[in-house]
């Protein structure tokens, strides 16, 4: 690859100039298909997420928009990068100040470019906006935007169409009539993603720095987590396997034949698994990017993980992991409770604080599915336009099409082997993307290294972590486990995850979930207070550390850790 920029790197916007991989790798850890960013990324969800900042209240209307290069995000060398200047300057109108920020997204990195002062920064009228919101998530139950957007977002998935009947022209129609929604969607999860960490925030001032209790033994579980939902209704269907010897022998035969046997050998257990995928299925790994698979597009990812779970006893159940969590939080409560006697405002502002945390951490994962099920209505168009593509020998494979970008999708339509030749080539490219190791900073102005001059993975030494090492992360999720480390890069990739293994992994998406329940542990390389690891794991009742950067890498698959989600540590045995 000798280009300079890739075929949908984008802009970075000068007047919001500093730019990350922190947070971007938690949403987009690979390379983004070239449909993936034409079709959704660029036009719409860009557009949507950089506008929500308004809808929050921490920007002007004028500040949200950039025709140009909307300040969210950009895409560079293939990647998501997001705005870390838009992210300061909430943080100065707040009060919490730009260093503040820097703190609790990526922990005041030594390589992040300074912040740069400008009279814009401050804003009284947006100040105030700020601390109305501010008050409205510590003390507001109900969330009526979105209530909105899932009600859209659901509606969209009950009526869609029967795809297999659609012409190639009107599955295009299809995709592309969905993506304006992301526009909407993206307000209730900026607001509510930004929001996330106002309530712990306020239990950790509260707390102290001397405090024996973490924030995170205090929060416990949020309680009604949509990304939740799906590790019971497997963890319930794998009570059914396990009863069942006909349906255990198929699993035991191998998880790929499993789909089409299973109606014969249990009709109860087919009904459960495709009511699943109808309620479930639009979640899978990678899931903001178009071009994964879901659930529904691919379902032995929802079957692999349910062969996994089947193999627990009753004794792992998730309901009584997390009344364990739950006991260990209201615990937790009650000695800082006791602790601020005689001081009724304090113990009134933290009960307001924790109850603050636990909901808006479920409307965080609520917003995040809105925008994943409009996404998974285009992908599944896609991904039947792709089937047909390669069923007449026009393209490789189905998922060939999303290295198409959106404005050559017209052209395939009414010729299409038109770019048969083009496709593979890209297709080459795209996955070379993946070698590249990436600068974790990026400055608008400032040179940018051309992407053929990026070392890659395959030559950028690691420091491997040896016996005896104690590695700090992020307290994530309360409790001490041991067990074996499996590095786990997606969840596609786990026949080799026995339960009790301690999963290791770069970053999870909801998809990973139910792997949680068949994990002693969870310790991931990113993730700050109030991102996805921690909200499920505490859902969950296992122990959990974040942050822990370098994990898949530094932590050697197969040895022995402890992993103690209090203090943040993972010890290698």
């Known amino acids: 690859m000798t280009d300079a920029r890739w075929c949908i790197d984008t802009e970075l916007n000068t007047r919001f100039p500093v730019y990350t991989r922190f947070n971007a790798n938690d949403v987009l850890p690979d390379p983004i298909t070239p449909l993936g960013a034409s079709m959704a990324w660029i036009p719409h969800m860009l557009p949507g997420s950089s506008m929500g900042y308004a809808a929050l209240g921490a920007v002007t209307a004028e500040e949200s928009i950039d025709f140009a290069a909307w300040p969210f995000g950009a895409f560079c060398y293939g990647h998501l990068y997001v705005n870390v200047t838009m992210a300061r300057l909430v943080g100065i109108r707040s009060g919490i100040g730009w260093a503040g920020i820097d703190a609790a997204f990526f922990g005041s990195h030594p390589d992040a470019p300074p912040h740069t002062d ?18 409205w998530t510590l003390t507001a139950t109900s969330f009526p935007d979105l209530e909105e957007e899932t009600g859209l977002a659901d509606s969209f998935r009950e009526q869609r169409p029967d795809i297999a009947r659609l012409s190639n022209a009107a599955l295009l129609a299809r995709a592309r009539s969905m993506m304006p929604y992301q526009r909407l969607t993206w307000r209730g999860e900026l ?92 979640r899978g790994p990678s899931e903001w990017d178009l071009g994964a698979d879901s659930w529904e597009t691919r379902p032995e990812l929802a079957l692999s993980l349910l062969d996994r779970m089947r193999q627990l006893d009753d004794s792992a159940s998730p309901a009584l992991r997390r009344a364990e969590s739950v006991e260990r939080a209201e615990r937790a409560f009650e000695a800082v409770h006791a602790s601020l006697a005689g001081n009724d405002e304090a113990q009134a502002t933290l009960r307001m604080a924790v109850d603050s945390a636990r909901r808006v951490a479920s409307w965080r994962e609520l917003g995040k599915a809105n925008c994943i099920k409009v996404l998974n209505e285009s992908r599944v168009a896609m991904r039947e336009f792709g089937r047909r593509l390669a069923a007449e020998g026009h393209i490789a494979h189905p998922g060939q099409i999303f290295m198409a970008l959106d404005e050559e999708l017209d052209l395939i339509v009414l ?11 890209r297709e080459v490219e795209w996955k070379d993307l993946g070698n590249v190791v990436l600068p974790l900073f990026l400055q608008a102005g400032a040179p940018m290294t051309p992407l053929a001059d990026l070392p890659r993975k395959s030559v950028a030494g690691v420091v491997v ?56 542990a969870v310790v991931v390389g990113v993730g700050a207070l109030s991102s996805h690891a921690m909200i499920v794991s505490r859902e969950l009742g296992i122990p959990c550390v974040a942050g822990l950067e370098g994990a898949s890498e530094r932590i050697p698959d197969g040895a022995m850790v402890e992993v103690n989600g209090s203090t943040g540590t993972v010890t290698l045995l």
């Open 118 to 135: 400008s009279p814009s920064d401050i804003n009284e009228e947006v100040s105030q906006r700020i601390a109305d919101r501010t008050l």
């Open 191 to 282: 607001i509510a993603g930004s929001q996330a960490a106002i309530g712990p925030a306020v239990v950790m001032s509260l707390l102290g720095d001397n405090s024996p209790i973490n924030v995170v033994d205090i929060i416990g579980p949020a309680g009604d987590v949509v990304s939740a939902a799906p590790s019971y209704a497997l963890w319930d269907m794998s009570r059914l396997v396990r009863a069942d010897a006909a349906a255990t022998a198929l699993f035991d035969a191998g998880v790929g034949g499993v789909a089409g046997g299973l109606e014969a050998v249990s009709p109860e257990l087919h009904a459960r698994f495709a009511a699943f995928i109808r309620e479930f299925g639009y």
């Open 415 to 425: 010729e299409p082997g038109a770019l048969t030749e083009r496709l593979a080539s």
């Open 465 to 520: 972590a040896a016996s005896g090492d104690v590695l700090t992360g992020t307290p994530a999720s309360s409790g001490v486990a041991t067990g074996r480390a499996r590095v786990i890069l997606n969840p596609g990739e786990i026949a080799a995850f026995e339960p009790g293994d301690v999963l290791i992994a770069p970053q999870t998406d909801p998809s990973w979930t139910p792997l949680f329940v068949v994990a002693s």
